[in-house]
């Protein structure tokens, strides 16, 4: 029945729950790391006195993050294969993740590096470093550390966002569940199990940002 709880179906299906689990952990470190990079690149241009590199900045910004991810997904899966480049759904699904967060990241970075007094820019600048240097070593180290709190929240809405991979058949765990459910006609049970997996996956993200926050604070004093 539908409404029951039936713990067999973990054990049943246990290969394509790991099949699932594999593919999302790796899709969220992919998306995770990329657009760490790519939301620090973006904020530096948008705080850049090159005007065309800020207008750009913030073009990208205001664009991806306006539009639903859903989209941005759906124009690698389907926008770019119409141009000739043929990408997979897990691919696709990824590099939709790690577009969508940056843009978030972006302005929490943006917001930390404004934070930052700027007395410690000009003596940086008065020691002769460049103004790249000076943002690589003194002002983004401080800023990261200044909004850990709402990147990390970002790194843990990617993981659950993650199951737009489903949409675009990314092989994820949402993906999976979907399969699953259509074999078993358990939706409680494969929903819920499915759920506590990705509590697998949040949770160790949650509490490994905090340690990290705990020791920042304990190097600031």
């Not at 760490?36 to 090159?50: C, D, H, N, Y």
């Not at 991810?69 to 690698?76: A, Q």
């Not at 897990?90 to 943006?110: K, N």
Request: avoid cysteine; aromatic fraction near 12%.
């Amino acid at each position: 029945m539908t409404g029951t709880f039936d713990i067999h179906v973990l054990f049943d299906h246990w290969d394509r729950f790991l099949e699932g689990f594999v593919h999302t952990l790796g899709a969220s470190a992919i998306a995770l790391v990329g657009s760490f990079i790519l939301g620090t690149v973006i904020a530096v241009m948008r705080i850049s006195p090159v005007k065309p590199l800020n207008w750009l900045g913030t073009a990208y910004v205001e664009f991806i993050r306006n539009i639903p991810l859903l989209l941005v997904v759906f124009f690698f899966f389907l926008g770019l294969p119409s141009l000739g480049f043929p990408i997979d759904g897990f691919t696709s699904g990824t590099l939709g993740l790690m577009v969508y967060t940056a843009s978030f990241i972006a302005e929490s970075i943006r917001a930390g590096i404004q934070s930052v007094p700027s007395g410690q820019t000009e003596a940086a600048r008065a020691t002769g470093l460049t103004y790249i240097q000076t943002l690589l070593h003194i002002v983004l180290p401080q800023a990261i550390k200044i909004v850990l709190p709402a990147i990390s929240n970002q790194f843990i809405n990617l993981v659950k966002n993650s199951s737009i991979l489903a949409v675009v058949a990314g092989f994820d765990l949402m993906y999976y569940a979907d399969l699953i459910n259509a074999d078993t006609f358990l939706p409680l049970t494969v929903y819920t199990l499915v759920a506590l997996l990705y509590l697998i996956l949040t949770i160790p993200l949650s509490l490994a940002v905090q340690h990290m926050e705990r020791r920042f604070r304990s190097a600031g004093r």
